[in-house]
């Protein structure tokens, strides 16, 4: 027997949620603002809810994906803006709608208030990837709440629970995102180099491709070293790297391609330098990094 769920919000993104449930086959109740957007998964056999009140009374667990905090509240009522803040919710509360970790913290503990069980989470996939193992969606918040439901949620993709603190699903997410966009970077910084050569994107990628998966293999060692606060150069020395990341800036700037982004790393390394760290290992720049 499949669980009832209940989707609110039904934009790109919880369109493809309740798809995907009731392609798992759970009795599924929406419910968004604008009605006419429920008319598809109706036609695939949800339950459209007259009103908000029988959508979140309809489900043990209510998904919630909104365009942003402001439009949650707006709708479920916060800060006393709607008819009674007194009733209470009877629902688990899943808040999929992305925001920061401190909007995250401050959702739990309105959740708290109003009644329901709440985990927040984010969605690190596009709509189309919803309901497919590719899509990760991470969750934080009371185990127990993750546990209860796990299965259920489980239709959406790869769920993963990382602790109690609500705000962690955000952070997951940024750090995810800061990830993504150094990583391109990195490879249109290579990319944009090469095409002044008359190298092809397509004939660089596989090999910034090798690199970059190399390079992500250096991680858990890395890790290790940030956690026990110890940067022993068994590879190499900082000051090695700074050397090649001039090479790089004189390149990008010989080249006539953009050099700031090269600047900023060798900025961030010479200030490493200067501070006595020459000696010892890359990730020693963490405390470059963790510095306001
Ligand atoms: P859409 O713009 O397609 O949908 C927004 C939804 O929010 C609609 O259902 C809209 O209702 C509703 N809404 C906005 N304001 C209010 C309000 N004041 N009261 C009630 N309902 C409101 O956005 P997405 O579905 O793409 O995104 C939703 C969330 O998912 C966002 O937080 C986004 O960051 C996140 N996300 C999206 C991804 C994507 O690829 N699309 C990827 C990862 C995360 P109405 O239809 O009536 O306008």
Redesign the pocket.
Known sequence: PHAPVTV?????????LAGAFLKAGHPTTVW??????AAPLVAAGARSAPTLGDALAASPLTIV????Y???Y??LGANGVEPDPTTPIDTTLIN????SAGQAREAAEWAERRGARYLDG??????SGIGTAEAVILHSGPEQVFADHASTLGALGTITHLGADPGLASLY?VAGLAMMWSVLNAWLQGTALLAKAGVDAVTYAPFARQIAAGVADWLPGYAEQIDKGSFPAEVAALETDARAMEHLIEESEAMGVNAELPRLIKAMADRAIAAGHGGEQYPVLIEEFGKP
Not at 32 to 37: D, E, F, G, L
Not at 96 to 99: D, E, W
Not at 122 to 127: H, S
């Open positions: 609110i919000g039904l934009g790109l993104m919880g369109q493809a968004n603002r604008t009605p006419a957007k994906c909104l365009t942003d402001d439009a949650v707006e709708l999929l709608t992305s925001g984010a969605i690190m996939a596009i709509p997410d």
